[in-house]
T-cell receptor
């Protein structure tokens, strides 16, 4: 158990819908990262937040957005969902300034029908 | 785009044998990490090697890094059936001064250890 929690574990929805994925980082970790894992693209970095502020952006679609709240939990919002958005979405956290190891949550498996 | 490329894509060995996986990357790095993923589950951090290190050990794991060749290898000795998983290398960027430690992952090596 990495200490990172993600909810829900599974999500089935329809095209055009909007979903919110939630992540709670390890106690004390200030950084939260979101990754998408799909069969064709592999593991792709989406976005990083550090202590509430966006710090780095990767291959994140405009239909996707994220935020980190004062209690450091983070949410990833996916809207106007398409079939190709079906993937595993991972959240990871790390302690900034100490080490670069990222601790991954168990993931949310999203299926868009 | 993928920074790291693991080789081989798949590896099948018998219990007790050693498994070696390789990773190549393209740009300058601050560190290189190896992660394990059991089927469809979260990634587990195995080991981190910094750009100024050449070799690191952790239990049955041995990692080497050759920055001149932009490559790394992960050796698992005396493999067990429980080592069956996908193994990913991930590179951390040269720190530009900000708190940006996003990792760039390769596509992974699927290791199967047969009992």
């Amino acid at each position: 158990d990495s200490g990172v929690t993600q909810t829900p574990k599974h999500l089935i929805t329809a095209t055009g819908q909007r979903v919110t994925l939630r992540c709670s980082p390890r106690s004390g970790d200030l950084s939260v990262y979101w990754y998408q894992q799909s069969l064709d693209q592999g593991l792709q970095f989406l976005i990083q937040y550090y202590n509430g502020e966006e710090r780095a952006k990767g291959n994140i679609l405009e239909r996707f957005s994220a935020q980190q709240f004062p209690d450091l939990h983070s949410e990833l919002n996916l809207s106007s969902l398409e079939l190709g958005d079906s993937a595993l979405y991972f959240c990871a956290s790390s302690v900034e300034g100490v080490q670069e190891t990222q601790y991954f949550g168990p993931g949310t498996r999203l299926l868009v029908l | 785009s993928q920074q790291g490329e693991e080789d081989p894509q798949a590896l099948s060995i018998q219990e007790g044998e050693n498994a070696t996986m390789n990773c190549s990357y393209k740009t300058s790095i601050n560190n290189l990490q190896w992660y394990r993923q059991n089927s469809g589950r979260g990634l587990v951090h195995l080991i981190l090697i910094r750009s100024n290190e050449r070799e690191k050990h952790s239990g049955r794991l041995r990692v080497t890094l050759d920055t001149s060749k932009k490559s790394s290898s992960l050796l698992i000795t005396a493999s067990r059936a429980a080592d069956t998983a996908s193994y990913f290398c991930a590179t951390g960027p040269v720190n530009s001064g900000g708190s940006n430690y996003k990792l760039t992952f390769g596509k992974g090596t699927l290791l199967t250890v047969n009992p």
